[in-house]
């Protein structure tokens, strides 16, 4: 664990390391308890940038890097 993320791996390239996929942030699963608790599209329309952010984003990090 680093910061606010989790880094499964690191990959070495040119001497660096480059990071596809950094994880999810610890505040993933706090939203996704929200998002039960508020299961409505008006909710959702009003918090669409935190899901942008906690999930979208890094799923499709993982899915790039893994798929």
């Known amino acids: 664990i680093m910061g606010n ?3 499964p ?3 070495p390239f040119a001497g660096n390391y ?3 996929f950094t994880g999810f942030s610890k505040k ?3 939203f996704l308890e929200s998002i039960r608790k508020n299961n ?3 909710w959702f329309e009003s ?3 935190e899901y942008e952010k906690y999930i979208l ?3 499709r ?3 790039e890097e893994f798929g």
């Open 40 to 42: 409505n599209k008006e």
């Open 61 to 63: 990090a993982f899915v």
């Open 47 to 49: 918090h669409r940038d």
């Open 28 to 30: 993933t699963l706090p």
């Open 18 to 20: 480059l990071l596809s």
């Open 57 to 59: 984003q890094p799923s």
């Open 5 to 7: 993320f989790y880094f």
């Open 9 to 11: 791996k690191l990959y």
